[in-house]
């Protein structure tokens, strides 16, 4: 992580500087000019010294954006406005990407896929006024690639010029929180590898290094996992619609290229349901009636986690699973387990009767186990919030802990002592809002209702209540996307432009003014859009041409 | 619009008869077997007698949509599970279109561009049991192309086989109410013509027969009217960003050929404050500030309705606008009038002052003038609902009143007399519920908090609280998409599938049942995706091949 020492002269510095128009997340340090420069038509971008292949198809992308973007300035007139300023101004003609002496040229990939507070995203980005030859240099790869992201987004585009009207540009950059993640769910509904890889880059361009994969659930087992390949075969929705080990290579090389680590999550013991279908002797309370009363949403069924057998099948399966992904996280869970299930299952009766447990004890056996298997891959375990506030469990101290349900639960997963992530469904749950999914429930409206605004995720504050201590057990936070009534159809405007609020508040750190914060979020928008990503409009187009006049007090 | 009587007749034999599987709106009268027919490979259609070219078009799409649809049925295990009953059943090689006897064959575009209750869209359909040719009958080509839309949906695919299981069917048909619309607007956020073009398609396909195009407002002015070149010069968000008569021309002619008519919409004296930018001597505070002053929503800006020339402006652009739709209706609009705006406005003040007038008077001239104006165009009025329950004039009789504040004012104009369209945001709204868009509002909420669900809309009763006489002035209702937060990027998962509902609604009449419907409309989903248009999930796809698993109770 970033040391808070030197975060705080940044702040600092921050305050009492222009940002430069287009950025987002905002650079932690930044110094600008009024001199306009052009791109030459001869543009290069080179890397010092040898450099992984994933940086020079990084260079190759930058270079891609900058000629294509074609993003006019978001001002009355667009870029018309500018000719006067660019058209007789210096071109830019190169920039040079360099590691600090000593540091060693490791591939983007491998960078991305330490363990979070072992991630060095620091880079430092110089464009002279003169149009002298631009410059990144960080101490890693990653921190190169963070530095091109930033570079893509200095420049408009008006009539066949590339240009930007604020060198010199200075900027010394890294996060406030070394997780910045995001969330699917891929089981409610099923998302072609396109749609994921089109959320990669999305992730990428507002520097979000965590893709949280919430592959499987009750409905669907989508993850063909080696060694398990019945509980896809018998659990996907259909033979296409399942994330083979090619596949997930192809996600996790992607996502790795861009900066990006992919956790893998099979939740367990509950929102297992859809194991029953090749593994019946495995679970208890399959698909019972009425739903309501086993599970939270249908269908129930859940691991009978008193059972020897099925605490070994697990232990297995979650290993094999930590094996598709390079990631030092895997998330096993843990969230709203039914104990009715449980009480109208025989099978886990008996298997308490023989044991002389509880149900907690047997779940705190069966975490153990599991868990187990996953440090033995060399994994941290990663579970929702209940397996450290509603259950008696013993964790592993590194272990990391979601926070889901509210935000108001940060402060006693703090206090147990563990690191954790915010993901409390009152800042960073998308799906809110919509109304809701159950059937013959005409007044229903999401459980989570209202609808998160951009506002609301982008003023969450991560240390709210937290001692000093208990401030440093914060590692990021993240938006996620349960998928009820999201698919393919409307997987980027339920996203975007919205999750980029985490992803600045997570990089630049909290205490963003929102007045400020909404044009530039306009940028990243139209941005998105240029580049492929339907990131929805957040304002009528007058109001996006008019930094602050569609504020309520304007 | 369809006899009372007969319809009453229709309702009682829906009752007790089980629907078709993927029919949306539902037939009024159907009658299933369980006889199961394959599509012949060379299955035709043909229209006896001369047909309009539009018609021959419309068959052609039917073949299109019947070949390549190829929707797996909504069941576990999809269309496999058909496979024994289709694969020995008899071939469908044939239906045949004819208009009754008497009937002439004018084209689909003028039939549905009639004055709604002139309108004709009964139809019967017949499909035999035996494999013998199937027909549709209807008095108008108007009616066979609704009778087109329902037959491709009878049919479901399976490797290589489009079936039904249903025969023999049995289908009369023809709508509750003769006004079934979906109202966008395009002046906030600017949509391209294909845009528009897929809306109208999916529109055909749950048979709504109304485009409430609310083409310009205070932001933007995209509409070329012809002699009045200027507003759309300076109004426009960009020149390319307007639609010229040649755009209007095709979207009128694409939704006639779909059975579909076309009212624009130039809302008057309110919500004009673009035409400020070619025009400023006819507005009054044209972007003034602060703007909640002024006007509901940024930039201020209204028409100077005490101003001779400014009528005299007005009533020559409306009848200009007026001329590039055959539609027999145009809405001029008249909701949120704003005093303040006037109150400070020299300009009106002086005029107010030398006629004598008070504003409401001054109103009153200005609303006779324009709609005259429309009058003299053989135009039928429309005016949101303040034209009635707030203001003191005159409106011809035949005026049409869309009531969109709140159901509950629904009484109040049908107690004043007037014709009315069901649109109200408690009930309609699609842009609910996504959060405030005005900025530096951290907590707002989007006004018409929650978000409409479909079983919202779908259990709305149309004539709530009304006499007979009262109900009689009800001539339909739809759904609105306003833009403040939607664009190209969003519409389709905005708008469909929720905006079927209100289809069905006003189609099938009040009463349907929330867990009947909820299978079909996945089928509608479906359907559409098949098609190209991007309508959502409205459960995992689990509860979709489940009718009924996730309903609150199951």
Redesign the interface.
């Known amino acids: 992580m970033f040391p808070r020492a030197k975060l705080l002269v940044f702040t600092a510095l921050l305050a009492a500087l222009a940002p430069a128009d287009a950025l987002w997340p905002q650079p932690r340090s930044i110094e600008t000019g009024g001199t306009p420069l052009r791109l030459s038509g001869g543009f290069a971008i080179t890397v010092a010294g040898s450099a992984p292949s994933d940086l020079h198809a990084a260079v190759q992308d930058a270079k891609s954006f900058i000629s294509n973007d074609k993003l006019g300035r978001l001002v009355v007139g667009?870029g018309a406005v500018d000719v006067a300023a660019y058209s007789k101004a210096k071109t830019l003609s190169k920039l040079t990407l360099s590691l600090e002496k000593g540091a060693t040229a490791h591939s983007i990939t491998s960078e991305a896929q330490k363990a979070p507070e072992a991630r060095d995203e620091a880079y430092t980005l110089t464009v002279p006024g003169d149009g002298s030859g631009a410059t990144i240099t960080a101490n890693s790869t990653l921190g190169l690639y963070r530095g091109l992201t930033t570079f893509t987004q200095l420049f408009f585009y008006n009539e066949g010029t590339t240009y930007l009207l604020n060198a010199p540009v200075h900027i010394e950059d890294a996060p406030a929180y070394p997780y910045r993640g995001f969330m699917l769910d891929t089981a409610?509904?099923?998302f072609p590898v396109s749609d994921i890889k089109r959320t990669l880059d999305a992730m990428s361009w507002v520097k979000i290094n965590q893709f949280h994969w919430h592959v499987v659930d009750?409905?669907?087992f989508p993850l063909e996992v080696p060694g398990y390949p019945e509980l896809s075969q018998k659990g996907a929705?259909?033979a296409s619609s399942v994330y083979s080990p090619g596949d997930v290579a192809d996600i996790i090389s992607y996502a790795g290229a861009r900066g990006i680590d992919v956790m893998l999550e099979i939740d367990t013991p509950g929102h297992t349901s859809v194991i029953s279908k090749s593994h019946p002797e495995h679970v208890a309370c399959p698909e019972a009636?009425?739903?309501?009363t086993y599970a939270n949403?249908?269908?129930a069924g859940q691991l009978r986690l008193a059972s020897e057998a099925t605490t070994n099948f697990t232990a297995g399966l979650l290993a094999a699973a930590a094996k598709l992904s390079p990631s030092t996280l895997f998330s096993t869970g843990g969230d709203e387990l039914n104990t009715n299930c449980y009480a109208a299952d025989e099978e886990t009766q008996a298997s308490l009767n023989a044991t002389g447990k509880t149900l907690e004890q047997a779940l705190n056996t069966f975490t153990q186990v599991t868990h187990k298997a996953l440090l033995d891959e060399g994994k941290t375990p990663v579970v929702w919030e209940e397996m450290v506030l509603v259950h008696n469990v013993t964790l592993n101290p590194e272990t990391l802990v979601l926070v889901w349900i509210s935000s108001d639960d940060v402060k006693a997963v703090a206090e147990a002592g563990f690191k954790l992530i915010h993901a409390a469904s009152d800042y960073f749950y998308l799906d809110c809002?919509?109304?809701?999914?159950?059937?013959?429930?005409?007044?229903?409206?999401?459980w989570c209702?209202?609808?998160?605004?951009w506002?609301?995720s982008?003023?969450f504050d991560p240390v709210a209540n937290l001692t000093d201590a208990e401030a440093k057990l914060v590692i990021g936070g993240q938006h996620l996307l349960w998928?009820?009534?999201?698919?393919p159809?409307?997987l980027?405007?339920?996203v975007w432009p919205r999750a980029a609020s985490s992803a600045e508040l997570f990089w630049s750190g909290p205490g963003g003014n929102?007045?400020t914060a909404?044009p530039r979020l306009h940028e990243v928008a139209y941005r998105m859009?240029q580049r492929g990503v339907?990131?929805?409009?957040?304002?009528?187009?007058?109001?996006a041409l008019r930094p602050?006049?569609?504020?309520?007090?304007?």
């Open positions: 667009r409610r509904n099923y009750s409905q669907s929705y259909s009636t009425p739903w309501a949403e249908p269908p809002g919509g109304g809701g999914w159950v059937g013959d429930f005409p007044d229903g409206n999401s209702d209202p609808f998160k605004t506002q609301k982008y003023s998928v009820e009534q999201s698919g159809e409307n980027d405007p339920a929102l007045s909404l859009r339907q990131a929805i409009s957040l304002q009528p187009e007058w109001c602050g006049a569609c504020d309520l007090t304007a």
